[in-house]
Nanobody
Framework: VQLQASGGGLVQAGGSLRLSCAAS????????IGWYRQAPGKEREEVSC????????IYGDSVKGRFTISRDGAKNTVYLMMNSLKPEDTAVYFC???????????WGQGTQVTVSS
């Protein structure tokens, strides 16, 4: 399984970005996709997650109401729509094959999100 994260960039505070996590290979083995982020000098943070069976979604407290996770099963792609971005959202965002980072077997390479004030 390969996960390819993309869509990061530089945006002003209040702006929006949409991240994508495209899965390839033996995707039948993936039951959920999580988004995580890590800022310099900070611990990794769980951002959001979606299950493939019933599209159940989970959000971290810091992004609730601003971020929306979704999935396109036909494209094996999970999206993270990020609205009302804040400078504190600046981080490298990773997608992984589990809603619990410690259980994830596969990780994407990360995409940088920078929010300027």
């Amino acid at each position: 399984v390969q996960l390819q994260a993309s869509g990061g960039g530089l945006v002003q505070a209040g702006g929006s970005l949409r991240l994508s996590c495209a899965a390839s290979g033996s995707t039948f083995s993936i039951n959920e996709i999580g988004w995580y982020r890590q800022a310099p000098g900070k611990e990794r943070e769980e951002v959001s997650c979606i299950t493939h069976s019933n599209y159940r979604t989970i959000y971290g407290d810091s992004v609730k109401g601003r971020f929306t996770i979704s999935r396109d099963g036909a494209k094996n792609t999970v999206y993270l729509m990020m609205n009302s971005l804040k400078p504190e959202d600046t981080a490298v965002y990773f997608c992984a094959s589990d809603c619990f980072a410690g259980s994830a077997d596969y990780w994407g390479q990360g995409t940088q999100v920078t929010v300027s004030s």
